[in-house]
């Protein structure tokens, strides 16, 4: 009996051509955020253009809907900001899968990195505000350099370092809005890595280690020596036998095996500092990283 799942995607085609992931040995229902041409859904059963597809009720009653017709052995989400509303979908209706706080572990940046530290990952000291008058208290904490980061937004996007008191209150005077929440951390100097990698039944079963490159020719520590953003050009792939490469897997894999993520794939960042080595957790995602990684990952598979 074919298996029957439904792909939840936002994610643009040249990204996540679904089509050649899948075999006949799959019943494939689509739901997406833009049309597809039809020559493009080979293999796809049944496609199915949501244009309110941001209405997180809209979309649940529509896979509701679809699953009472017919159950789904699994429910997919390529997106990063789609991965806790499948999550919840998937407890609700019974569906084996990344569980609610599984994807919370991976989402939420603040419930992360407290994870992270129970475990014994070594993390930036962190904490998180939404108001300017809550900012120096955290500040008077943790100690300048400080990296502010806003929570809702994902990449570098938002990412302010501050050095010092004096651009603490330049950056006050110059910000027009706040968003609701932010996570404010020790700024740590080092070279900055990315993990990607395939888990299968809670286990790593593929990995690939990378150090981001920047358009000045030099490793991305999310400050520059112009301005304080991060511009990522490039990065290289660590080779297996290097240290950074066995460092990083093993601090990897503590997360992964501890968070209850069965299968799919993972994005995390971390920082090695440069002061004595010392890798620091930065991020983790349940989702394949963007700025063409799955093309790295894919590369690395066929090589290993």
């Known amino acids: 009996m074919k298996k029957r799942i439904c792909v939840i995607n936002t994610v643009t085609w040249l990204r996540a051509p679904i089509s050649n992931w899948l075999n006949d040995n799959l019943d494939t229902t689509l739901i997406s955020s833009y049309q597809v041409d ?16 941001n209405d997180d009720e809209e979309l649940g009653n529509l896979v509701i809907r679809l699953h009472q017709q017919k159950k789904f052995d699994l429910l997919i989400a390529l997106s990063e900001r789609d991965i806790l509303r ?3 979908l998937r407890e609700l209706l019974g569906i084996q899968g990344q569980n609610y706080f599984s994807a919370l572990l991976y989402r939420d940046k603040y419930i992360m990195k407290q994870f992270a530290k129970i475990i014994g990952l070594n993390v930036p000291e962190f904490s998180t505000f939404s108001k300017p008058c809550e900012l120096m208290e955290k500040v008077s904490k943790i100690g300048f350099p400080i990296l502010i980061k806003p929570l809702s ?7 302010q370092v501050l050095k010092n008191k004096e651009e603490y209150d330049d950056y006050l005077e110059k910000k027009s809005f706040w968003e609701e929440n932010y996570d404010v951390e020790q700024f740590i100097l080092g070279d900055m890595y990315h993990v990607d990698g395939i888990v299968e039944n809670n286990k790593l079963k593929f990995i690939s280690v990378s150090k981001y490159w920047n358009s000045l020719g ?25 240290w950074e490469f066995l460092l990083l897997k093993g601090e990897t894999k503590k997360f ?3 968070s209850n993520f069965n299968n799919g794939t993972i994005h995390a960042e971390f920082i ?5 080595k010392t890798p620091y957790f930065i991020e983790i995602a349940s989702r394949t990283g963007g700025l063409m990684i799955s093309n790295t990952i894919e590369k690395n598979m066929a090589l290993s």
Do not use: R
């Open 218 to 242: 030099k490793s991305t520590t999310l400050m520059e020596n112009t301005q304080n953003t991060t511009i990522t050009f490039a990065d290289f792939t660590i080779n297996k036998s290097d």
């Open 86 to 88: 499948v999550a919840k």
């Open 38 to 53: 039809k020559s493009l859904l080979k293999d796809i059963n049944q496609f199915i253009y949501f244009e309110k597809y």
């Open 272 to 276: 090695i500092s440069e002061k004595d």
């Open 256 to 258: 992964v095996e501890k």
């Open 153 to 159: 937004k994902s990449g570098s996007k938002g990412v």
